[in-house]
């Protein structure tokens, strides 16, 4: 992103704002198209970055979850602790929203932003029960003495299961964010490749909770 300093005026008494704007011409593109085009790859890119770190970050989690996972220090084991039912709903509550995103992004590029908004507070909805049935989990499950300092197998759980659902906040905030944004601006530029962005994270927490799903909870009631 090309910005340019906002240039002050040493004459004005009082205090001052210090903050950048962004030029759309700095690149030396008189139509700008260029730019923008340049912009996006560059943007898209360092966001596939990102998300090869926090796949690291998930993957040391889940290694310490495969080394660790089976230290119940005497306490309850998974079978004793998961109730699959409820976990497998909110399993598709999630499925059900990456699914509703690619209908929300469908209607972006086709410019309908009614229904653009329509599918993105619908996806919305189904990451809020997500995380509804999440802190339901967590807290029966901290009412029963099932924490973190338990066992292994509970902090190695607590910490996996908790940091996707960090994630999945997370991206819940951003996307109201962006329907505020869209509402203020419309589909810009700016504004579409940051959807396509959060659309990337939504659903790379979606293939790792088909991860968490299959080796934390199927694996740990089956075996």
Not at 2 to 8: V, Y
Not at 34 to 60: A, K, N, P, Q, R
Request: aromatic share 14%; charged share 10%.
């Amino acid at each position: 992103m090309s910005t340019a300093p906002q240039p002050l005026d040493a004459s004005l008494d009082g205090p001052r704002d210090f903050f950048v704007i962004e030029d759309p011409h700095h690149d030396g593109h008189d139509g700008g198209h260029d730019g923008d085009h340049h912009h996006e790859t560059g943007t898209m890119l360092g966001f596939w970055v990102y998300l090869m770190s926090d796949s690291l970050i998930f993957g040391i989690l889940f290694a310490v979850y495969a080394v660790v996972g089976q230290n119940y220090a005497a306490g309850p084991s998974p079978a004793d602790l998961f109730e699959i039912d409820m976990i497998l709903i909110s399993t598709f509550m999630l499925l059900f929203s990456s699914i509703t995103y690619g209908f929300a992004v469908i209607n972006m590029h086709q410019r309908k932003v009614g229904m653009f908004y329509l599918w993105m507070v619908v996806t919305l909805i189904f990451g809020l029960i997500f995380l509804g049935l999440e802190i339901k989990e967590f807290t029966h499950l901290w009412h029963i003495g099932a924490t973190p300092s338990a066992s292994a197998f509970l902090s190695a759980f607590f910490t996996l299961v908790g940091t996707h659902g960090l994630h999945v906040t997370a991206g819940s905030i951003w996307l109201v964010v962006l329907l505020v944004q869209v509402g203020l601006h419309g589909l810009t530029p700016e504004n579409t490749r940051r959807i396509m962005c959060l659309s990337l994270f939504w659903h790379f927490l979606d293939l790792i909770w088909i991860g968490v799903f299959s080796f934390v909870y199927l694996t740990g009631v089956l075996l």
